[in-house]
Nanobody, 125 residues
């Protein structure tokens, strides 16, 4: 069964850090494009960071410079390290996977067919 399981969310104060994890099960992890998305209440889901099959990373402008996406292929796990968090980062964070080599629109939700259940991140001011 293909499954993505996120963890690592929680409540932090402004300026804090979190590392989110996404464990993948049931498919050839290294053959999939992977990405992180987030959705705040009342807003559309937005792409945060993505890993293309060729190893290139892409970040949304809103998190560039303070977030790092990484992978551990031995553990089939995707990570998102987020630093200097602010209230605007409060959202449910999802990881997503695509069996295609996503290059165009790599931060578009429509490019991904496998989704995790999400993990809540709350940043207080």
């Amino acid at each position: 069964q293909v499954q993505l399981v996120e963890s690592g969310g929680g409540s932090v104060e402004t300026g804090g850090s979190l590392r989110l994890s996404c464990a993948a099960f049931g498919y050839a992890y290294s053959a999939y494009s992977m990405a992180w998305f987030r959705q705040a209440p009342g807003k559309e889901r937005e792409g945060v960071a993505a890993f293309a099959l060729d190893g290139r990373t892409t970040y949304a402008e809103s998190v560039k410079g303070r977030s790092t996406i990484s992978q551990d292929y031995a553990k089939n796990t995707l990570y998102l390290q987020m630093n200097s968090l602010g209230p605007e980062d409060t959202a449910v964070y999802y990881c997503a996977a695509s069996p295609t080599n996503v290059r165009v629109g790599i931060l578009a939700a429509s490019r991904y067919s496998i989704w995790g259940q999400g993990t809540q991140v709350t940043v207080s001011s």
